[in-house]
């Protein structure tokens, strides 16, 4: 299928950096939140990223107004009727994202294949909210996703091959690299890091070091660009949080039990650098 015009849902910041990448791929996007506020905020990132991009001497002032241009807004989901791809990245809560998809699967043409940048969720389940399972896949970018080259990309239970042939082809027109990963809870990306950053909370938790020193451990010890608590921050706390308790569901083991910490942090608000408080605090 050749795809053109692509729907990214949710302006956060996976959405801003995704539209910002298939833009500059040459797609025509829409970019689509439930609010204008939310809207400003994901253009806002995405033209300060590009503005770094033309100080730096990579991209011209004319392309940036190019890529820019590429980029239409919306507050109505019925613009989905318009487009061959739908790249959802809206919170990660299965009732969203499976009230989504109904109501995708009633707007967008047959033939349009969507896509979840869910971090964790089963693709499968999320599929089973439409009539297409077959044009339903998880294509998992990575944070800050300008920069991340990684996409993950997951077959539900029922993906067709060709809808999976399509999105591998289109992931390195956006310059990234694709993995092939079958769907299990935290696919293999968060089965494996969340449970580190996790008990890298509980370290802290339990009073083994400040959570300087946690940082410090890993960056220096282990050579990771940043400590699992900065790391957390920069995620978002409350997807830490979720990302533990679709683990600890899913497989039903206790050694996936979301740390008490994070879950006082996400109900205190403090969420991480997007909320200005998380471990550390951001100016905002
Ligand atoms: C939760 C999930 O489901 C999956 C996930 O995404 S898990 C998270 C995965 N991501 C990570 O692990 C990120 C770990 N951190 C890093 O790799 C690095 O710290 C980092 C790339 C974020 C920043 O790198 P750094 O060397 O410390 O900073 P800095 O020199 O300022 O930036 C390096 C480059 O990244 C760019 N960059 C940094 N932050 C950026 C952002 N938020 N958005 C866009 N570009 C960014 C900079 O412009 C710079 O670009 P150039 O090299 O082209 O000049
Ligand atoms: N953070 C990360 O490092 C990564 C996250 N992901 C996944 O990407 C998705 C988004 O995460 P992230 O960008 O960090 O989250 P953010 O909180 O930054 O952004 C989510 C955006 O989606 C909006 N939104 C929520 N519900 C709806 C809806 N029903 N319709 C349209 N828009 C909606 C939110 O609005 P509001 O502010 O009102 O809630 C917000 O603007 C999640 O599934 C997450 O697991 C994947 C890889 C990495």
Same mark, same amino acid.
């Not at 100080?55 to 507050?75: A, D, F, N, P």
């Not at 239970?157 to 027109?173: G, S």
């Given at each position: 299928m050749n795809v053109k015009k692509v729907m990214v849902i949710g302006a956060g910041q996976m959405g801003s950096g995704i539209a910002q990448v298939c833009a500059m791929a040459g797609y025509d996007v829409i970019l689509h939140d439930m609010k204008q506020e939310f809207l400003d905020r994901g253009i806002g990132i995405i033209t300060k990223n590009l503005s770094r991009q033309v100080?730096?001497?990579?991209?011209?002032?004319?392309?940036?107004?190019?890529?820019?241009?590429?980029?239409?807004?919306?507050?109505d989901l019925q613009n989905?009727?318009?487009?061959?791809l739908v790249i959802e990245a809206a919170v990660e809560n299965m009732e969203i994202k499976t009230k989504l998809?109904?109501?995708?699967?009633?707007?967008?043409?047959?033939?349009?294949?969507?896509?979840?940048?869910?971090?964790?969720l089963p693709i499968t389940e999320i599929a089973a909210a439409t009539k297409r399972p077959e044009k339903v896949i998880g294509m998992h970018?990575?944070?800050?996703?300008?920069?991340?080259?990684?996409?993950?990309?997951?077959?539900g239970?029922?993906?067709?091959?060709?809808?999976?042939?399509?999105?591998?082809?289109?992931?390195?027109?956006l310059n990234k690299v694709p993995v092939e990963v079958n769907d299990f809870p935290g696919f293999v990306s968060n089965r494996i890091l969340m449970p580190m950053i996790n008990e890298a909370?509980?370290?802290?938790?339990? %009073?083994?070091? &400040?959570?300087?020193? $946690?940082? #410090?451990?890993?960056?220096? !010890?282990?050579?990771h660009p940043m400590g699992p608590l900065t790391?957390?921050?920069?995620? %978002?706390?409350? &997807?830490?949080?979720? $990302?533990? #308790?679709?683990?600890?569901? !899913?497989?039903?083991?206790?050694?996936?039990?979301?740390?008490?910490?994070?879950?006082?942090?996400?109900?205190?608000?403090?969420?991480?650098?997007?909320?200005?408080?998380?471990?550390?605090?951001y100016e905002r």
């Open positions: 100080e730096k001497g990579r991209i011209t002032e004319v392309e940036m107004t190019t890529i820019l241009s590429r980029i239409s807004q919306s507050l989905a009727s318009s487009v061959d998809f109904a109501q995708l699967d009633e707007i967008a043409p047959q033939d349009t294949i969507l896509a979840t940048n869910t971090s964790s970018f990575m944070n800050p996703v300008p920069v991340m080259k990684l996409v993950e990309i997951i077959r239970l029922a993906t067709a091959d060709e809808v999976y042939q399509t999105i591998e082809e289109l992931t390195k027109t909370i509980y370290t802290l938790y339990e %009073g083994v070091a &400040t959570k300087e020193a $946690i940082d #410090e451990v890993m960056k220096l !010890g282990m050579n790391l957390a921050d920069f995620i %978002g706390l409350d &997807t830490c949080l979720y $990302i533990m #308790e679709t683990l600890h569901e !899913g497989f039903g083991d206790d050694k996936y039990r979301p740390c008490p910490l994070l879950r006082k942090y996400v109900k205190a608000g403090w969420l991480g650098k997007k909320s200005g408080r998380g471990f550390y605090t």
